[in-house]
């Protein structure tokens, strides 16, 4: 590719260290559209004869059909996708194939490459993001009725509905999704027509390559063109973020399916069991939820510590990018199915859930019973905290307190201090926009399905 130069051939294990066909073969396809595009605007500025254009084109349809199918072999001298492809290519339609890296660089074909193959890997996260939240969608649709406690420092604080819970993780995956559909923007630059740094001499139509291709846009500087690595950097953000709110639905469920709460169960399609132990039926699912997203982080990481420092323009340690980005793609691509199925078929068991609500839980809205009858938030949470001391220190549930013992406390308590303690009626007030009221949950419930709806529709329009 480069002999005419040097004298020696590589040092094998060097060569080892220097390739990357091991991993960047993936980019396979990204590569030859971006190949047969630049035939095309190749032929466009006259650089080869439309004969010529069409021949490249032929064979490199049917260099990624040989990858498609699997029939590709690979020779120990293909460095990267990019050598591979053009040496097959050659060895299909001989000498033309000489022409078509006319003008252009390894380094702005890669940087092409990983556009494209980023633009599809958001697509298709975002395509694993939307059936996850419709699994969350229809299981809060079916457990409407739910009662579960909530917590805070995981300590039991207040009853809402199991369908708000599973509703928060909706939100979260919501602005996961908004999140790549605004990196799109970023990605979606050409860097093609950049050739090494210094921008392609053969009047190249980049805005042709652009459309060709698909591109929002085209970059407007050469040197940044096929250095820039920021819309890696920001997709796999993203995906370590993601990664962060399926770790923290990993942990809810892992603590939920565990005997001491017995909130739900993981059906079996979706839980382990124990080589020793034959009673065990272990929540790996959930558990590689939360682990998962360890890698991920480290995949951002990696990439930002690689971009570190570097001088501008192409460097080899660039070749570093693709083994994180490919990594966290594949392991999100296989985590979120996952985990949407994990909670269509998890059990709901909610006598379970209403049997780990307390009426401490409903201090809260006792010292709201004696807001409305005057009395200041402040001291009204100091009263109710004499309440829980009294009932704590004779042994007994808050809701057992004698009317009495609550006048004596404070004597704006009625006897309908007693209708306080339903855990329904405590759910019903919060009646409030985002707020754990029935209502309330089913506008939520409403307002995510118009969501959906409009993306919906417009990944149809493409
Ligand atoms: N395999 C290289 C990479 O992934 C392709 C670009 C190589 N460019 C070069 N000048 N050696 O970055």
């Avoid at 649709?141 to 579960?148: I, N, R, Y």
């Avoid at 993601?242 to 001491?260: I, K, N, T």
Wanted: proline letters at 3%; glycine letters at 8%.
């Amino acid at each position: 590719m480069w002999g005419g130069r040097f004298s020696k051939t590589l040092d094998d294990q060097f060569a080892q260290l220097n390739a990357s066909f091991r991993f960047d073969w993936r980019l396979y396809d990204a590569d030859i559209r971006g190949s047969i595009a630049y035939a095309r605007a190749l032929a466009r500025a006259q650089v080869i004869r439309d004969a010529e254009r069409d021949a490249l084109i032929d064979g490199l349809v049917q260099v990624k059909q040989e990858f498609y199918n699997g029939t590709f072999t690979a020779q120990p001298s293909d460095e990267d996708i990019h050598t591979a492809v053009e040496r097959r290519l050659g060895e299909l339609v001989g000498s033309v194939a000489g022409k078509l890296h006319t003008g252009r660089s390894r380094n702005d074909q890669i940087a092409t490459d990983t556009r494209l193959f980023t633009l599809d890997a958001i697509r298709n996260t975002q395509h694993a993001i939307l059936n996850a939240q419709h699994a969350l969608i229809e299981k809060s649709e079916q457990h409407l009725d739910v009662l579960m406690p909530g917590y805070t420092h995981l300590q039991r604080a207040q009853p809402i509905l199991f369908a708000h819970w599973l509703m928060s993780y909706f939100w979260m995956f919501e602005r996961d999704y908004a999140r790549l559909t605004d990196c799109i923007t970023r990605v979606s630059v050409l860097p093609l027509g950049s050739g090494a740094l210094a921008g392609n001499a053969l009047a190249i139509d980049r805005e042709f390559l652009a459309r060709e291709l698909g591109f929002a846009r085209v970059g407007e500087n050469s040197i940044d063109a096929v250095s820039d690595r920021d819309f890696i950097a920001e997709f796999l953000f993203d995906a370590a973020l993601l990664g962060v709110h399926l770790s923290r639905l990993g942990e809810d469920l892992v603590l939920y399916s565990s005997a001491e709460f017995g909130f739900v169960t993981m059906d079996d399609a979706y839980a382990t069991g124990s080589s020793i132990m034959p009673q065990k039926k272990n929540p790996d699912a959930m558990e590689l939820a939360r682990g998962k997203a360890g890698r991920v982080i480290g995949d951002l990481v990696t990439l930002l510590t690689v971009l570190k420092g570097l001088p501008s323009s192409y460097d080899k340690d660039l070749q570093e990018d693709k083994e994180p980005l490919f990594d966290a793609v594949d392991t999100l691509g296989a985590l979120l199915p996952v985990v949407a199925g994990v909670i269509r078929t998890m059990r709901v068991n909610a006598d379970k859930m209403r049997a780990a609500l307390d009426a401490a839980m409903l201090a809260t809205d006792l010292a709201d019973y004696l807001v409305r009858r005057g009395v200041p938030f402040r001291e009204a949470h100091r009263l109710v905290g004499a309440a829980v001391k009294t009932a704590e220190a004779r042994g007994v549930a808050l809701a057992d307190l004698s009317l009495d013992e609550y006048q004596k406390i404070a004597p704006e308590f009625g006897a309908d201090v007693k209708t306080i303690f339903d855990f329904a009626r405590s759910v019903a007030s919060h009646e409030i926009g985002g707020g754990t009221g029935p209502n309330a949950v089913r506008a939520q419930i409403a307002q995510a399905r118009a969501v959906m709806n409009r993306r919906e529709q417009k990944a149809k329009k493409g």
